[in-house]
Antibody, heavy 123, light 108 residues
Framework: QVQLVESGGGVVQPGESLRLSCKTSGFNFNDYNMHWVRQAPGKGLEWVASMRTDGYNVYYANSVKGRFTISTDTSKNTLYLQMNSLRGEDTAVFYC????????????????WGQGTLVTVSS | EIVMTQSPATLSVSPGERVTLSCGASQTLDSHLAWYQQKPGQAPRLLIYDASTRATGVPARFSGSGSGTEFTLIISSLQSEDFAVYYCQQYNKWPPITFGQGTRLEIK
């Protein structure tokens, strides 16, 4: 079965960096877009970034553009999110999610999610 | 950016009741809309995609309808495990994909 396991969260100070990882299994990683979605404490869901695992179609939310970088290592079936210049408003649970389909509009519908990793930005 | 609006924000219901949740979009989505369920401390779970198709393993009491800019999620007979927050999400136009603010179902 599909499994997505995030790691790398923690407590950092404003301006610092953190790299999140999402180890995947149970599906052909090369066939699907992958996404990061975050959820601030007590708030709703906010899409952060997505990419095709071959490195194309990389997109970011305006709120993180220029500070966050999404990437993959297809040899390890792993998705990453490099987060630089972190701010208090980046405090959230970060989820990685798999696209529902390998092509078409459903590349942006999310059918499997990890359990999330908490990032806290605080001085 | 397509703005998604859900109503109501909170709904107090009793087990066994029929529940209707609404989701509106600021632009047409055709049928590129999904519904997710999120329970406390858990990741979201895909319930419905393409506006009306149940995801694998989703009980038949969940149904979705609508197209264009107005969509509905119906739970035909609410079970205790259905008390959760429900989000709609559009994937007709990106970036960004966008979510509604959520509807919380609570026990009356």
């Amino acid at each position: 079965q599909v499994q997505l396991v995030e790691s790398g969260g923690g407590v950092v100070q404003p301006g610092e960096s953190l790299r999140l990882s999402c180890k995947t299994s149970g599906f052909n990683f090369n066939d699907y877009n992958m996404h990061w979605v975050r959820q601030a404490p007590g708030k709703g869901l906010e899409w952060v970034a997505s990419m095709r695992t071959d490195g194309y179609n990389v997109y970011y939310a305006n709120s993180v553009k220029g500070r966050f970088t999404i990437s993959t290592d297809t040899s390890k079936n792993t998705l990453y999110l490099q987060m630089n210049s972190l701010r208090g408003e980046d405090t959230a649970v970060f989820y990685c999610a798999k696209a529902a389909d390998g092509s078409g509009f459903s590349q942006y519908c999310l059918d499997s999610w990890g359990q999330g990793t908490l990032v806290t930005v605080s001085s | 950016e397509i703005v998604m609006t859900q109503s109501p924000a909170t709904l107090s219901v009793s087990p066994g009741e029929r529940v209707t949740l609404s989701c509106g979009a600021s632009q047409t989505l055709d049928s590129h809309l999904a519904w997710y369920q999120q329970k406390p401390g858990q990741a979201p779970r895909l319930l419905i995609y393409d506006a009306s198709t149940r995801a694998t393993g989703v009980p038949a009491r969940f149904s979705g309808s609508g197209s264009g800019t107005e969509f509905t999620l119906i739970i035909s007979s609410l079970q205790s495990e259905d008390f959760a927050v429900y989000y709609c999400q559009q994937y007709n136009k990106w970036p960004p994909i966008t979510f509604g603010q959520g509807t919380r179902l609570e026990i009356k």
